[in-house]
């Protein structure tokens, strides 16, 4: 006997199967999207608030000098080998200026270490 055999199908067998299809997938598009916001609706939501503390604004500063050092090397990678050295030190040299600038902000205020 053939192991795939058809099995016979109702209407009411059909409709039932659609139906929990179709709930399955309502429930994974709307249900779990609403749950967890993703990574980049967060990051926009934080960026949308102004930062107002010596504190925040040191944070705000070492992540985009983070963020730019880090895409400054990607372009660095595509460049050709003997040009991707001096891009890296210029990058390097960059990244560090943007660093002590984010250490005068809390230097500004008083602040000697920032909080957590």
């Known amino acids: ?6 099995r016979k199908f109702n209407s009411r067998t059909f409709n039932a199967t659609v139906a929990a299809a179709l709930a399955a997938a309502l429930l994974s598009t709307f249900g779990f999207a ?4 993703s ?21 705000t500063a070492i992540r985009e000098a983070g963020g730019g050092y880090k ?12 040009d991707r050295r ?7 040299a960059t990244y560090d200026r943007d660093m002590a600038d984010a250490q005068m902000i809390l230097r500004e205020s008083g602040i000697t270490r ?3």
């Open 114 to 116: 920032p909080r957590s």
């Open 86 to 92: 001096a891009c890296t030190i210029e990058a390097k």
């Open 71 to 82: 895409e400054w090397l990607r372009e660095c990678d595509q460049l050709p080998s003997a």
């Open 34 to 37: 609403h749950a967890a916001p």
């Open 39 to 59: 990574s980049n609706e967060q990051s926009l939501a934080r960026g949308a608030v102004e930062d107002v503390t010596p504190q925040q604004k040191y944070r």
């Open 1 to 6: 006997m053939n192991q795939f055999a058809r």
